[in-house]
């Protein structure tokens, strides 16, 4: 029983990493990707990542990260990719674990990759 729990989770992890997008190509796409998860961090995840405060410093952070794509070439559709990408990451996620974990990986790796 326990053997078939342990294959049950693996599975479901690998099905997360399978939907992950790929590696970002360049340093724009990079910066339009933390722009994205910034905003979905702000939006999705503000109860769980320190509240309107917390939301209001990842605003700002994507804010940054656009500001970055856009000097890097971005465009607007450059953009609305990213978010679609890390949207449908997070949705993912967020099916196969809680929300509130979802969100403290997202929250994580946009932190992580940010500094």
């Avoid at 607007?76 to 679609?84: F, I, N, Q, V």
């Amino acid at each position: 029983m326990m053997e078939i729990r342990g294959i049950t989770v693996l599975g479901m992890c690998m099905l997360v990493v399978a939907c992950a997008p790929p590696p970002p190509a360049n340093p724009m796409e990079k910066h339009a990707r933390l722009a994205a998860g910034a905003e979905i961090a702000a939006r999705q995840c503000a109860g769980y990542a320190g509240g309107y405060d917390g939301a209001r410093t990842m605003r700002q952070d994507a804010n940054r990260n656009i500001t970055l794509a856009r000097n890097l070439g971005a465009t607007d559709d450059d953009l609305t990719r990213a978010r679609k990408a890390v949207q449908t990451t997070f949705d993912t996620t967020v099916v196969w674990v809680s929300k509130q974990e979802a969100c403290n990986q997202l929250v994580s790796s946009v932190a992580w990759e940010s500094s």
